[in-house]
Each structure stands twice: as structure tokens, then as C-alpha cells.
């Protein structure tokens, strides 16, 4: 069904298609998720199958609302409740350990299960249609750029899914972040969407082992090379005063040095605000992609608030240059 209009459905057809076993791209205020019924074997291994994603990377379930959660999680500490209560629904998957029922497959063997509430109507409406909590990866495979756009999925993914829901274009723009609650202990597995001076504003400090990327990840998924355009990509700390082919692309947060002859300039928020950044952040690296450059430089954001997730994501993309085997 890919090339066709079709693949664009309403919430009851892609409830519908949930609650059969089949794959739909839902719409997040992060990316785009591709999802299936997380309850169901089967359909979260044609997650796996449509991505390539190896099976050691866990997914998130999805839920439309807090009252869901003893369906997800055995066990939902106050800590937990806190932080829920406070950014859901919105960018921030909590890692508490699982109910039985969700199969071993979504958390790649591990006790622990991530689960968050989007902050998008459309999808909390077809997550209370199908009445399943849905296991949702990203809409891209595996270890290429993210959606963020209906029209990024079905360019990526289009002619190995059932359906689409348009929810245009996705406000935060990067993934969540990822917290594992296990014995009282908060440990940050991703940055994402919620910086941590929010989080330690709320809870005070958390553990932040993954503040690099790295080649052995503490949590599983947490891969080196990640979130890669096919161009190369170096990351910098100020524009280059000259730069060697006529094919280079720029991405910087705002283009306020007088910059050479890059052939293409993605100036991500010309006040410098990193949520705005953040929002143009994957689009930017997709037309990036699709412009036939020879590399992409990147100046690095300030590690603050969001800038620390968008250095991340920057770092895995560059890493892709040495290691494109474990794309
Ligand atoms: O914003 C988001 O989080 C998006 C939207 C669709 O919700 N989803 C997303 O999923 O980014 P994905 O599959 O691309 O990244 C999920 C990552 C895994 O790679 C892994 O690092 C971590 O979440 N994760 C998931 N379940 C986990 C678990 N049980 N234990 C540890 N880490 C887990
Ligand atoms: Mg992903």
C-alpha cells in the first residue's frame, strides 16, 4: 500500500490496524513512532523486521493516559509519579520494571520496560481507540535520521507499513528523554526533549553516565553511531573560515559569522533558542541529505538545556564516518 494515498488514514483505521496486528506510523510531539500492538509477539517483531533493528534494542510502550500504567509497570515509585506528573503527557519515556504481559521481545529480554504518554491528541485518541498500549520505535530504520514529518515516513519506510497518520510536523522535534527508575536510583539513559535542569529542578540530582556516546552502551540501543545522515557529518566548534569543496553544508544554530562558500546553510533558530533548534534539527539534516553533499559540518550547540541532546544526536551522526558497519 505504500506509494498510494491510502497509506494516510483516519484514527479509526489506524486503531483498526493496531488492534489487528499491523504496523501504523503515529504521529509524537518527538518523532514520528512506528507502532504495533505491544501485547501482541507478532506485531512487535514486523516492528523489528521494518526497521532492521536488532532485537537487543528495546522499544517504548506508548500509553494515552497515567491511569494505563498498571498495564505497562509492576511498579510506579513516587519519584516516578512525580516526574509523570509533571512532563506527561510530553518527551520524557520512564524505564520501570515491567507487568508480564508485555512480552520479552519489547524490552529485549530485560526486566525494565520504558513507557511514556505523547503529548499528541491524535495519538492518545487512537491508543484509547485500540485500548493497547502501543510499542513505538521511530519511524526510520535503524540507525538512519528520524521523523519527523508523515512525508519523512513514507519516504523512509513507506512500502513496509500499513498506514500513516499525518499529524504534520512533529513540535518538539527530537526523541524523548529516558530516565530508568530501578531501586530509588534515577539514571539518565538518553538526553532528549526535557533537559535535566528540569529533571533536577523537580527531583535533584540524577546519574548521568551516558554523557558521551560510546562504543559499549550502558543501555541497550544506546549505539555510537546513531541517528546518522548518509553524508558524512564533523562536528566543530566555530564556522570554518574556509572550507575545501564547493559541496559542504552548514548546520549551525545561528549563522551570525560571516561564513564561506558552503553550498548549503541550515541556520537552525537565528535568536539561538535550542527549542526551536531542537524542532528544525532532524528536518534540516533531511534536506541536508537529499542535497547530494560531499559532508556536512556541524557547529557544536551549548551543552545546556536542550543543546546537551542535540550534541548527542550530533555525535552519533558523526561517528557514523568511522563506524558505518553498525548502522
Ligand atoms: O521520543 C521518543 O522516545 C520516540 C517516540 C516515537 O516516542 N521513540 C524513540 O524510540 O526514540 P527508539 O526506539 O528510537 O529509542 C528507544 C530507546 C532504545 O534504543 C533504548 O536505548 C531505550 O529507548 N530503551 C527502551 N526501552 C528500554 C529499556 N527497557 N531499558 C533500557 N533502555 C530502553
Ligand atoms: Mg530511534
Redesign the pocket.
Known amino acids: 500500500m505504500p506509494e498510494s494515498p491510502n497509506a494516510f488514514v483516519t484514527i479509526e483505521r489506524a486503531a483498526a490496524f493496531l488492534r489487528a496486528g499491523g504496523l501504523v506510523a503515529?504521529p509524537?510531539e518527538?518523532?514520528?513512532?512506528l507502532g504495533g500492538n505491544a501485547l501482541d509477539p507478532v506485531a512487535v517483531a514486523r516492528i523489528f523486521a521494518a526497521k532492521e533493528r536488532p532485537f537487543f534494542?528495546?522499544?517504548?510502550v506508548?500509553i494515552p493516559d497515567i491511569d494505563w500504567m498498571p498495564r505497562v509497570v509492576s511498579e510506579f515509585p513516587q519519584v516516578a509519579v512525580q516526574l509523570a506528573e509533571r512532563f506527561w503527557p510530553g518527551?520524557l519515556?520512564l524505564?520501570l520494571p515491567?507487568v508480564k504481559s508485555i512480552p520479552d521481545l519489547v524490552?529485549?529480554g530485560?526486566p525494565?520496560?520504558?513507557v511514556?504518554i505523547?503529548d499528541h491528541n491524535l495519538t492518545r485518541q487512537v491508543l484509547r481507540l485500540a485500548n493497547v498500549p502501543v510499542a513505538?520505535?521511530?519511524?526510520n530504520p535503524f540507525g538512519r535520521l528520524?521523523p519527523t514529518t508523515a512525508e519523512h515516513v513514507q519516504a523512509q519506510l513507506g512500502d513496509r507499513i500499513d498506514a500513516i497518520l499525518d499529524g504534520g510536523p512533529c513540535r518538539v522535534g527530537i526523541?524523548?528523554t529516558?530516565l530508568?527508575i530501578v531501586d530509588n536510583e534515577v539514571t539518565l539513559?538518553?538526553p532528549?526533549?526535557i533537559s535535566l535542569e528540569e529533571i533536577e529542578a523537580l527531583i535533584g540530582n540524577v546519574h548521568h553516565p551516558v554523557s558521551t556516546a560510546s562504543d559499549s552502551?550502558i543501555?541497550?540501543?544506546?549505539l555510537a553511531s546513531h541517528y546518522a545522515p548518509q553524508t558524512p557529518l564533523t562536528i566543530v566548534d566555530k564556522v570554518p573560515l574556509s572550507v575545501e569543496s564547493d559541496r559542504m553544508g552548514l548546520l549551525v544554530l545561528r549563522n551570525d559569522a560571516t561564513s564561506p562558500q558552503f553550498a548549503q546553510i541550515e541556520e537552525l533558530s537565528p535568536t539561538g533558542d535550542l527549542v526551536v533548534a531542537a524542532a528544525n534539527f532532524f528536518q534540516a539534516l533531511h534536506r541536508m541529505d537529499a542535497a547530494g553533499l560531499h559532508e556536512i559540518i556541524a557547529v557544536r550547540f551549548p551543552d545546556s538545556g536542550l543543546g546537551r541532546a542535540l550534541n548527542d544526536r550530533l555525535k552519533r551522526a558523526e561517528h557514523r564516518r568511522s563506524d558505518r558497519s553498525s548502522c
Open positions: 503515529l509524537t518527538t518523532v514520528y513512532g534494542d528495546p522499544l517504548i506508548h518527551p519515556t524505564v515491567k524490552t529485549s530485560l525494565n520496560v520504558g511514556r505523547p513505538a520505535p521511530s519511524a528520524s526523541e524523548s529516558i530508568q539513559l538518553r532528549g526533549g552502551p543501555a541497550p540501543g544506546m
